[in-house]
């Protein structure tokens, strides 16, 4: 059986800043798959640490032509709220975003899958911004609502990694040595979340 065709779009987060390749994690979702008999290919992964979604828009157009993929995953946000730019502003880029990416997926919006924006408030280097955990965790929770609103009125799956990021995010194993992006075992977490979401999506 020929993999089916994976693209990760995103920033830091999928392409696993401070992480092994092996530990990104739409690659160990990818892994995860396969060993349940999922046919999945390793994913095409375009993202860079830092990146905006007005940045991950520029890339994507200087990009080849993507062509269509089976499964595509998208997330992205962070550093529209780190950056202070405004949730209209974010709203209207990830939906442009959200199009494209089911664009990509064939027309399918049941064959795209994003994950939340998780908190980087809780983590040591979140700690010592002087924002304050609250004020970054309710603007990410802003940014999430609607993204998630968005989401449903496309028709596509929203997974919800946020809650996982508070709970372990101030954990030493869960953080990178930088004290801010994730560790494989977050990265492992987060795999664990998305693995059941992922397999119904790809069942048909």
Do not use: K
């Not at 046919?39 to 994507?60: H, S």
């Amino acid at each position: 059986m020929t993999p089916t065709p994976y693209l990760a779009l995103g920033d830091s987060y999928t392409i696993g800043e401070a992480v092994a390749e092996d530990d990104r994690w739409p690659v160990r979702l990818a892994a995860a798959l396969r060993d349940e008999g999922v046919a999945l290919a390793d994913p095409r992964i375009i993202a860079t640490t830092g990146w905006t979604t007005d940045e991950l828009a520029e890339a994507l157009d200087a990009a080849e032509p993507l062509g269509e993929w089976g499964f595509v995953s998208l997330l992205i946000g962070v550093n529209n709220q780190y950056r202070g730019r405004s949730l209209d502003n974010y709203r209207s880029e990830f939906d442009a975003l959200l199009v494209r990416a089911i664009g990509y997926a064939g027309g399918r919006a049941d064959r795209v899958m994003v994950l939340s924006i998780p908190d980087w408030g809780v983590t040591p280097f979140g700690e010592r911004d002087d924002r304050g955990v609250d004020a970054i965790g309710a603007e990410i929770d802003a940014f999430n609502a609607a993204a998630r609103e968005l989401c449903a009125a496309r028709g596509v799956v929203f997974v919800d990694i946020t809650p996982v990021s508070r709970e372990h995010g101030a954990e030493p194993a869960m953080v990178a040595e930088d004290g801010l992006h994730p560790s494989a075992s977050m990265y492992a977490e987060w795999t664990r979340v998305a693995l059941p979401v992922a397999r119904g999506l790809l069942a048909d």
